[in-house]
């Protein structure tokens, strides 16, 4: 079983920075997309960010376009995202997936639906 592991959040003044990351235990030739989301307690889960690992595609959320940044190094199976600017609204659980789902294939989804593996998540808090 492939397991997604994230490491990079922690507690950070408004305004801050943060690098998350997600490595995968096993490089994943199948997966076509990795993505970002978060979900605050209470909150459904958000979909922030996506990108095509067999293309060059990426997709960010209107919530957070401009502050953060999708990227990803296939040699290491790792998936970044660069969190800038952060605000109070960022606090939540950020969980990295991975899809293999072809219905979703060709670009890079935000939908939770078009990913069936999922990391355990990292804690983001953003204090002001």
């Known amino acids: 079983q492939v397991q997604l592991q994230e490491s990079g959040g922690g507690t950070v003044q408004a305004g801050g920075s943060l690098r998350l990351s997600c490595t995968a235990s096993t490089y994943q030739p199948n997966w076509h997309a990795m993505g970002w989301f978060r979900q605050a307690p209470g909150s459904k889960r958000e979909g922030v960010a996506a990108?095509?690992?067999?293309?060059?595609?990426?997709a960010i959320a209107d919530s957070v376009k401009g502050r953060f940044t999708i990227s990803h190094d296939n040699a290491k199976a790792t998936v970044y995202l660069q969190v800038n600017n952060l605000k109070s609204d960022d606090t939540a659980m950020y969980y990295c997936?991975?899809?293999?789902?072809?219905?979703?294939?060709?670009?890079?989804?935000?939908?939770?639906?078009?990913?069936?593996?999922w990391g355990q998540g990292t804690q983001v808090t953003v204090s002001s």
């Open positions: 997936a991975a899809t293999d789902i072809r219905a979703c294939g060709g670009y890079a989804p935000l939908a939770s639906g078009c990913y069936n593996h």
């Open positions: 990108i095509s690992t067999v293309g060059a595609g990426t």
